[in-house]
């Protein structure tokens, strides 16, 4: 997605330790107009006829997930990270690994808001290892329910994350800027699939 | 706001220890379209010509304060909840205590997105003691930026957490749904201001 990659071009920041910032219109800042342009995005390559609702995890793929559900006519749920020793009951569960809290967390997700007959469209804004994404799979999985795409708005391929979700059977993949390499004032994307 | 309060009454549940569940339409699963009749109603109350951007607290604040900042064409920001021991330097801090995860924690705010320039509408799903939010005003004051209102969905009345945010000279404050008293079968509201 040109729009996205321009401004990740202009606006992104790449640290030390192949940390990308993005935090002015992404993950801190959110430009909203530019999620919906995300949404349409999303919509070339989902079909959001067909969804029941929208699934993402707190906390910074909220926004991106509010603004397509709006945009697609469906509830957005977004999982909720606890730790590990505080899970009340009703709940699907999923053990994940936190690069940003540096320790075990769990993706929970209460019943009533997930079940069998759902098809979902996970969504999230950005994905360095894709473990946050493997946990909202594992919860749509446990309710038996269906999904119907994955979509995220920035992947860090270099990182390898991704590509185990490139072939799920039935299901399809789309990352919107898939970043390469990035070094300051030199960040590359991978070619459109 | 009596799509609200409907909408409260039918699907909230009352919980021991004054707890109100409103997660099947606002902080779990959230119902993106109630959440743009609030983003409208809101700006019956508060000059949104005038505002440079939405501000609000991870997580559950993201999804209302997103709807409302693209409904109002204005960036949205929010702050994020660190451990008190785990903080960066160029942010501002505010020290709360979250009921949530029974600890205190900090919010955080890079000083990139919030200056003395600024005109700030904050925005909240829920308020029960109003903590975030104290934190939320404390970051804006020590940006030296401007509140232009304070917005919540929610609020507990009966906790009184709203009470001093009601006399803020030249901060017009307002909460759609003010909860007087909530027993099973049995929620009253707080006559409309």
């Given at each position: 997605m040109?729009?996205?990659?321009?401004?990740?071009?202009?606006?992104?920041?790449?640290?030390?330790?192949?940390?990308?910032?993005?935090?002015?219109?992404?993950n801190h800042r959110v430009d909203t107009k530019l999620m919906e342009a995300i949404a349409d995005e999303f919509a070339k390559y989902f079909d959001i006829s067909d969804i029941t609702m929208v699934l993402t995890a707190e906390a910074s793929g909220i926004a991106l997930a509010?603004?397509?559900a709006n945009r697609?006519?469906?509830?957005?749920?977004?999982?909720?990270k606890a730790k590990s020793d505080n899970?009340?009951?009703?709940?699907?569960?999923?053990?994940?690994f936190s690069y940003t809290y540096k320790k075990k967390m769990t993706l929970i997700l209460s019943k009533e808001w997930l079940n069998k007959d759902d098809k979902v469209l996970i969504i999230d804004d950005f994905m360095a290892k894709g473990n946050a994404m493997q946990g909202l799979i594992?919860?749509?999985?446990?309710?038996?329910a269906t999904i119907k795409g994955i979509g995220v708005a920035v992947e860090k391929g270099f990182q390898g994350g991704g590509d185990r979700f490139r072939n799920i059977?039935?299901?399809?993949?789309?990352?919107?800027?898939?970043?390469e390499s990035a070094e300051p004032g030199n960040i590359v994307f991978r070619e459109e699939d």
């Open positions: 040109q729009l996205l990659q321009d401004r990740i071009r202009k606006e992104g920041k790449v640290l030390p330790g192949n940390i990308i910032k993005v935090d002015g219109f992404l509010a603004i397509c697609f006519n469906v509830p957005m749920v977004f999982a909720k899970i009340e009951g009703g709940l699907y569960q999923s053990e994940i594992d919860l749509v999985n446990e309710a038996g059977p039935g299901v399809p993949y789309k990352a919107l800027a898939v970043i």
